[in-house]
């Protein structure tokens, strides 16, 4: 009852996009992709129970622009347009619930550990002891990472998500660029 005083439950409405209440689910990294990057049955159970119990939007975790954009080698990619298909049966299993989805897009620049990739970063200097050094991207890497978040926003429109967040916080490398700990 208390909940319902403080509108919990009612829609909400911003720029176009009506959610059928408050209540958000946040994205978590769930480290059950496996090494292409793609959504598996889990996942489609994970979000999909969400969007059942009633979220009335869907937050897919952060999910890598390029494949040495993740911080996991088991984190989610949609840099290939294969990856588009699951992410379509997702976000249309969650439309019939009634529910939005929303996928957080995002690069880990030099917070990757997946244990493959070349690190890229604003300035040559590593995360932390455990990270290997990045290179220090020259402006061609900037405008490939830049494509890559083109072509990601092009793939998350295909598959039919309701909003796209860029994701810069906690590491990744958009904030990297402004942070004096990270770029010289």
């Known amino acids: 009852k208390r909940l319902e005083i403080m509108g919990l439950f009612t829609p909400f409405k911003q720029k176009g996009l009506e959610l059928r ?3 958000v689910m946040s994205p978590m990294v769930q480290f059950c992709a496996p090494p292409d990057g793609h959504m598996t049955e889990w996942h489609h159970n994970h979000y999909g129970a969400r969007a059942v119990g009633g979220v009335g939007l ?14 996991y080698i088991t984190d989610l990619g949609i840099w290939s347009d294969e990856h588009v298909a699951g992410f379509k ?3 249309d299993f969650c439309h019939s619930q009634g529910a939005k989805v929303g996928i957080q897009l995002g690069h880990a620049g030099r917070k990757n550990l997946d244990g493959v990739s070349q690190l890229i970063a604003p300035s040559a200097i590593p ?4 990270h290997p050094m990045p290179k220090e991207m020259t402006r061609a890497d900037m405008l490939e990472v830049i494509e890559s978040f083109r072509k990601a926003t092009r793939r998350a429109v295909a598959a039919g ?18 942070a004096e700990l990270a770029n010289t």
């Open 21 to 23: 209440n408050r209540i």
């Open 58 to 71: 869907v937050m897919i975790e952060a999910t890598a622009v390029e494949s040495r954009g993740r911080c």
């Open 89 to 91: 049966r997702l976000v």
């Open 127 to 130: 995360m932390d002891a455990k």
């Open 161 to 178: 998500f309701d909003m796209i967040e860029l994701h810069g916080a906690h590491g990744y490398l958009l904030g990297t660029f402004m």
